[in-house]
């Protein structure tokens, strides 16, 4: 259940190159001094004086910005950029609702963020490195920049806000895939809120002028419809077959169905979905049933429900030993579902497997504090991520099995000396840190390999050197 941001303050960066304002953004540029160590979070202490230092090789982009105040939830927004995109630098677009120390503070905050800069890199360098050649020098870098500026650009991140205001925090913020300029917010005071922000969104597309544009401006703009529960809520998903329908949910165990009218009106049902004992906190809808739609709940379970069968589970199963946190239903391969818990767990489902009782195909224990958010790749069937609040991002493939002969063949090509810890699972592909009270990821469904997420401290663009073998082929 963990999910408010403990006595919210405004980010502030201690990086050179942040700027002042209510926007601003930053790009990794640290280079370890000291040998390569493996360094377990959680198990590994650092000594007084000691920091980790971020390894840049390890990424092929790794942007940090934030807007003012902290938000506990975002979502990418669809655009007309391409499907697929695989050149940098890229420009994305977001939601994102403030946690601000006022309610009156509080706005909802759609923007863009272009100039993303990277690198694709080698997983196995073609020449390996020597004593004498280390990765703290620079006498050496001159062609790298050159390639670095042929492949990926240079130059910072180019931020460009513009914010409407909003009474009350924002719990959760969804924008629909088929219509991204509608969006859906729960607000902490029980308000769930439809919005229209396509003249924002048109306004940042046609501008490329730098900087925080519209930072210190917040529009006033009343939404498209609201609806009010009982008590405030967190569970809210867009149907990505049907356009406009929605579903949200509250604390007191009740999920709404919203029905689209027409293109800016919808019908709620009165009536109710009831079936949890405890506070609604995720939904996610089938990506193949339209009338299909998961929760899960405090409770510990984990419904099924079809709204053509009435407002009752079609099924309920124990999920989890504590609070069912999130959950993603796997766009990709239907069958599986994803779950996280308040004990640090995360599970993998095949919901073919119900009827024989056991439908449990993966289950981790790798986290040791609440899973805050999960989610499954837009381009990987077998890769999810998973953010915690023991302040890591993960990702996660879970096709791979321990090779011994293959680590054995990796080691020699690199040169590697570090032996991984024997206890970390083979699905681990990667362990980000560096952000403080993690609360949501999002994959980008149009830019393979590219993660987003929202901490206490800001947010994070990044994109893993080693998940580059599910990006498309040069020319695909």
Not at 18 to 25: E, P, R
Not at 319 to 328: F, G, K, P, T
């Amino acid at each position: 259940m963990v999910r408010s941001l403990k006595n919210p303050k405004k980010a502030k960066r201690k990086n050179k190159d942040s700027k002042k304002g209510d926007g601003s953004s930053s790009s990794s540029s640290s280079i370890p001094s000291m040998p390569a160590k493996v360094w377990q979070p959680g198990v590994d202490k650092l000594e007084e004086g000691e920091e980790l230092q971020c390894d840049p090789s390890a990424y092929n982009s790794l942007h940090a910005f934030h807007i003012g105040w902290p938000c506990l939830s975002f979502d990418v927004v669809r655009d007309t950029l391409g499907l697929v995109r695989t050149e940098f630098p890229h420009t994305v677009y977001f939601v994102a609702g403030t946690q601000a120390e006022k309610p009156s503070w509080n706005s909802i905050g759609i923007f863009k963020v272009s100039n993303i800069t990277g690198k694709r890199r080698e997983l196995v360098p073609s020449k390996p490195a020597t004593d004498d050649a280390d990765m703290e020098s620079e006498s050496s870098d001159s062609d790298e920049d050159d390639e670095d500026e042929e492949l990926g650009g240079s130059g910072t991140p180019i931020l460009q806000l513009r914010k409407v205001a909003h009474e009350g925090c924002i719990n959760r913020i969804r924008a629909m895939s088929q219509n991204p300029h509608i969006c859906a917010s729960w607000a902490d005071d029980g308000h769930v809120q439809v919005w229209d922000f396509s003249s924002h969104l048109n306004s940042l597309t046609e501008s490329e002028s730098q900087g925080a544009q519209g930072a210190s401006s917040v529009f006033n703009q009343a939404p498209l419809m609201k609806f009010k529960h009982k008590d405030e809520g967190y569970a809210i998903d867009w149907s990505p077959l049907v356009p406009g329908r929605l579903v949200s949910g509250d604390c007191k165990n009740c999920i709404y169905l919203w029905e689209p009218a027409s293109g800016t009106t919808w019908n709620v049902d009165a009536t109710p979905f009831i079936g949890h004992a405890a506070s609604v906190e995720d939904l996610q809808w089938s990506p193949t049933e339209p009338h299909v739609f998961a929760s899960c709940s405090v409770d510990g379970t984990i419904a099924i429900w079809d709204t053509r069968l009435g407002k009752s589970a079609a099924a309920s199963f124990k999920a989890h030993n504590a609070d069912v946190n999130v959950i993603s239903w796997n766009r990709l391969a239907s069958c599986m579902l994803a779950s996280g818990s308040d004990d640090g767990t995360f599970s993998i489902r095949d919901l073919r497997l119900l009827k024989d009782g056991d439908s449990v195909v993966a289950h981790f224990e790798y986290h040791k504090h609440p899973i805050t958010s999960i989610e499954w790749s837009a381009h990987e069937a077998s890769t999810l991520a998973v953010s915690s609040s023991d302040n890591q991002l993960t990702i996660w493939d879970l096709s791979l099995e321990k090779d011994e002969e293959e680590e054995a063949e990796f080691k020699a090509q690199t040169k590697e000396q570090v032996n991984a810890p024997a206890d970390l699972p083979p699905q681990l592909l990667f362990v980000h840190q560096g952000q403080k009270d993690l609360k949501e990821l999002h994959w980008h469904s149009q830019i393979p390999g590219m993660i987003v997420s929202t901490a206490a401290d800001g947010f994070n663009i990044l994109m893993p050197s080693n998940i580059q073998t599910t990006l498309p082929s040069e020319g695909a």
